[in-house]
DNA sequence: CCAGTTCATAACCAACTTGTTATATAACTA
DNA sequence: TAGTTATATAACAAGTTGGTTATGAACTGG
């Protein structure tokens, strides 16, 4: 995954009106109208924070007549999910050296 | 987790900069001009990221006579990795019934 | 105490973001 | 064909971001 796309990925989601609407199409498929709905917020915005996902690669849009109906598209969540999950693991990594270093002085202070 | 945080979390990762000093970071704790070293920015710059980072409560910092020491806080990375956890776990529970209705259609179709 | 080092802060700037309203485009409907 | 619906685009304002340089504050070592 290039930086770029990993920059836009987390940028994307660091917005809480694209998470809420990651959240409903995580139950399906659907219109920017009715995505609109639930938002105190103009159709346009809706449409612009659509882009956003759209360039992040988290979302598609395909077509059915006048409908440009919205899907979430999971491999760019995989990605980012899986650049937390190396850091995650070695961050415990980390801990577990630290574990280990904390036993290794106990053990030469109390012998 | 409150929606502000995640917005500060995933807002800090959108960064290439601050993604390095976390990479960096995740070797060690270590100082702001240790950290800056690599980076054709200016030390400012850096202190600014590190602040981003801070509020994000992606790193914590320690003092040290005139140093200030930055090490890397676990928590906050892991609930944004629960969340995308949690949509990872949504969308292929989608797929899995997308699946079922694909093998369901198919077995109609071609009794 | 002085000089150097580490880091933070302030003031500034250009570029980007996030919302708005108004308008355009495209497809359906009667 | 005319009107309506769904969506996109343009132009704009206000706020945020990410960098800069210059400077200040806190500590250290001779």
């Known amino acids: ?12 989601l660091a917005d809480p009106t694209r998470r809420a609407i990651l959240a409903r199409l995580a139950l399906g498929e659907t219109t920017v109208m009715e ?12 449409s612009k924070h659509l882009k956003v996902l759209e360039r992040a690669g988290l979302v598609s849009r395909g077509r059915d007549g006048q409908r ?10 995989g990605e980012a999910n899986e650049w937390l999950e190396n ?15 904390l036993a290794e002085l106990q053990k030469k202070n109390n012998p």
């Open 87 to 101: 850091y995650r693991r070695l961050w415990e990594a980390n801990f577990a050296r630290l574990d280990a270093l």
């Open 68 to 77: 440009r109906p919205c899907r979430i598209e999971a491999k760019a969540l």
């Open 35 to 46: 995505l609109a709905e639930p938002f105190e917020m103009s159709q346009p915005a809706i």
């Open 1 to 12: 995954m290039q930086p770029s796309r990993l920059d836009a990925t987390f940028a994307a």
